[in-house]
């Protein structure tokens, strides 16, 4: 996810790969994933793609390959800290090694880590490093993505609704990526036919930067930006996980919102999507067949590091039938709180057809509505980037309440026997203004 520490390990020595990851394993506030790349041409063009905070590399008492590194490292990526990892032996015994690494501050290195690496050093360099990666954090704009374990779960719907909510908000400031390369919706749904796609991003990847991706967006009506999947299958298989990585990094130094797509298949695109996202929001429908296949879903996401803290699991086209599940009967099937219900509405179905965005259509007051309008602020409040200054409501100039005026109440205090329930509410209550805790009692 993108709040963990990316750490680039450059060099051909097994052990220091060895040595990085037990240290960086061993400090938990770090949770690391980490990169290895064999030498420095890998390493940049790794770097180029994944962003890495913090780029340790062999150092040698030959300084030239380091300063050669540490120069085409601020080039392809600025944000990247370049750390020597050194053995004292390299140093001859009438050198001082202080003098050594003074000549290597100089030729780029921002700090070091003496072989063979310690837990101890790991946590000293990234306590040095925190304050800088926080500030550039703030400076950064944030990722939503809409993952689900199937298709026809309407979760193409709700990132499309979601970006555009925002987008009315923050025109200009959101960029909706449809990930899904295999049959990407989402221009359709909002009735564009864009000229440029993720295709062109891959084949421009050398040259890809800010400008060139918002060029390669398609601006939309609400005032959203789409980067619209692959016309197919075959021109798809052109995009690769470090093009999407390269312009998820990009996308967050040009917009205040990216909201991602996916294709529900786990490959290494979808891996990378989910590295970068800063909010999972995962969706399913409340049949048992789909209850189950979510189950063995989530216990994936837990298996590769993703953290429950950064999901949010909504019930999507909710009706409350004798075949249905219950929210709260889902809730304890999957031993998980369900965070937005999402009630079933034909009309949104048509506007999904009509590519009329649901959240533009003349229906105010529906459930529907208001549930997507709580899904939208959960991104906007929970998600704001610090640069980013609050959003006004249409003609006013007060931030945008979560629930807003179509808000329905919590139903927690009905619900107070379960765990699940209890649990949900206790969540609602800390976010910034997002009351998503709602139970089926609020969608009836």
Known sequence: MSDALHILVIGADPRLRDECHRAFAASAETAPVTHYAADPRQGVEIA?????ALAVVEMSADLKPLRVLADELAAASPETRLVGAFKPEIFAHDVSESAVLIEALRAGAYDFLRRP?????V????ERARQPMVAGAARSGRVATFISN??????SSLAVNTA???ALHHPGRVLLVDASLQMGVCAAMLDLRPPLSLVDAARERDRLDGTLLEQLATPHVSGLHLLAAPADAVEGAEV???VVSRVLSLARRSYDYVIVDTFPMFDRVVMTVLDQSDRLYVVLENVVPTLLGFDRFLKVLASIGVPREKQRIIINRYERSSSGLLPVDAAERLGRD?????????????AANLGQPFLMSRRPFSRTAARLRELVADVEHDLTPSHAPAAAAPGGTAPVDAGGPNAIESPAASNAESPAANGAAAR???LSDSPLARGAEASK
């Open 428 to 430: 609602a209550a800390t």
């Open 164 to 166: 555009v909510g925002l």
């Open 123 to 126: 946590r000293q360099l990234v």
């Open 150 to 155: 199937k298709g026809g779960v309407g979760k």
């Open 117 to 121: 690496v310690s837990a101890g050093d």
């Open 338 to 350: 369900i965070d937005l219900v999402v009630p079933y509405d034909r009309k949104m179905i048509a």
């Open 48 to 52: 180029r793609s994944r962003r890495p």
């Open 240 to 242: 690769n996980d470090e």
